[in-house]
């Protein structure tokens, strides 16, 4: 997968994994990381997929639709890439934080629902329910923070509302944050991010 890793000063830190949204790249997201964490580890992976020229990470059948057997794939998929990263570059593979926006904030809470250690903690700006009906892993000691918007036209608040009950009936720790916004990202959701990960990690 086309990425850039960025080796942090202080190898304890998390490494953080950073995922675009719909049409970015890999260094959409490097900004947020610098305002997260200056002295860890950066892993900013671009989306395998194109749609009508813009990378995504997994395939959708229409707006909020989602291609189910394209998800799993794809979250297998990048599990994957994490594993050979963490090998090539020499990064603590069960200290991995992700930080997602919009697809790629669901890519992310789809690792969460099919691997109990890809990651041991998720930054999910705009998520949305990446599957309904399955069994999660026990999340024991793993921990989200989802950034919701109220008049988010994406996202409905029930959307992140079901999430956050879905992740805590799995035994996350789960904290979500609301601005009085829409899809976009506001300074003020990154500063909660910002603040929710210096207490938790």
């Known amino acids: 997968m086309k990425h850039i890793f960025r080796k942090g000063s202080n190898p304890a830190r998390p490494t953080l994994l950073l995922l675009h949204g719909t049409g970015g790249t890999e260094q959409d997201l490097i900004p947020l990381a610098e305002r997260i964490d200056e002295e860890a580890s950066v892993l900013s992976v671009r989306g395998n997929v194109l749609e009508n020229g813009m990378p995504r990470f997994f395939r959708r059948l229409a707006e909020g639709v989602f291609d189910e057997e394209d998800l799993v794939f794809r979250t297998r998929e990048l599990n994957q890439f994490l594993d050979e990263a963490a090998q090539e570059y020499g990064f603590d593979r069960e200290n991995i934080v992700a930080v997602g926006y919009s697809n ?3 890519i992310a ?20 329910v990446p599957r309904r009906g399955i069994e999660l892993p026990d999340l ?3 921990y989200a923070f989802i950034g919701a918007g109220t008049n988010d036209p994406i996202c409905p608040a029930a959307e992140s509302e079901e999430l956050q009950i879905l ?16 899809h976009q990202l506001t300074y003020g959701e990154v500063d909660a991010a910002a603040k929710w990960y210096k207490e938790n990690f």
Do not use: C, D, Y
């Open 104 to 106: 790629g904030a669901n």
């Open 140 to 142: 024991t000691g793993r």
């Open 109 to 128: 809470a789809s690792l969460m629902f099919h691997f109990q250690e890809a990651l041991k903690g998720a930054i999910l700006h705009h998520p949305m």
């Open 167 to 182: 992740l805590q009936k799995a035994n996350a720790n789960v904290e979500l944050h609301w601005e009085n916004h829409g």
